[in-house]
């Protein structure tokens, strides 16, 4: 705060001064600093936008440029999407006192080495991209233990539900559905070799996680799950 006051003191007395006398000197040392670094630092920021895609194009790993409706892209931003659904259902479990926190968290990064994998077509890339975007092993069958971990604990499933059971429940069965759309969008780039088969495998499997989550959080939330009823009158 002392800073700042001084900066500003000086700016003003210099503006006061004519012309012929405002040189370098009418500024302390330790003002010229303080502009200096807040130049660096500005320098030094990233800018969100880029102005490149302006054109209906964006740049993958391997500097290879595509239109931005490219099955590449399609399945990069349901990715994307999936992230960010897990990220709001992560929230409301926070804040219900969940215990899951740090597995939905870790979903997350692997979701970004998808990412990383989709973005780089294994059948066009350099063998040194292919090596830094490889999808980690062991994550399927990790997904695979918690699954039978929260299956144990919850009573058998007899009949189809519906999204339901508290916010934290519904958020997941909202994942678990973009998850399903995540691993469309995936099929036809696991098939043409451009995605790694261990990847499509784990996103098929996470749609099962998820919803095992779901149900998981609404019996330990005490909510309850609504049950599929036939409509009455529907086969009139």
């Known amino acids: 705060m002392l800073l700042n006051q001084i900066v500003q003191r000086s700016v003003f007395l210099t503006r006061l001064l004519p012309q012929s006398f405002r040189i370098d000197q009418t500024v302390s040392p ?123 604990q919850l009573p058998p499933l007899t009949n189809f539900i519906l999204p339901s059971g508290g916010k934290t429940s519904a958020s997941l069965h909202m994942a678990r559905a973009i998850c399903r759309r995540t691993e469309r969008r995936l099929v036809p780039l696991v098939s043409s070799g451009d995605v790694d088969a261990e990847v499509g495998r784990y996103i098929n499997r996470l749609s099962d996680f998820l919803f095992t989550l779901a149900r998981f959080a609404a019996m330990t939330e005490n909510k309850e799950e609504k049950i599929y009823r036939r409509v009455k009158g529907q086969d009139k």
């Open 30 to 152: 330790m003002c010229r600093r303080y502009y200096s670094s807040k130049e660096e630092q500005k320098k030094k920021q990233l800018k969100i936008y880029t102005r490149t895609g302006d054109k209906g194009k964006s740049s993958l790993f391997t500097g290879e440029r595509r239109k931005k409706d490219d099955t590449i892209f399609e399945a990069l931003g349901t990715t994307d999407e999936l992230s960010c659904a897990v990220g709001l259902a992560g929230e409301f479990g926070n804040d219900a006192g969940h215990q899951f926190m740090d597995r939905l968290e870790k979903i997350q990064s692997l979701l970004q080495d998808v990412g990383s994998n989709i973005a780089t077509p294994r059948t066009k890339a350099q063998d040194g991209k292919l090596a830094r975007t490889e999808f980690p092993s062991g994550s399927v069958e990790e997904l695979e233990g918690w699954i039978d971990e929260y299956t144990e």
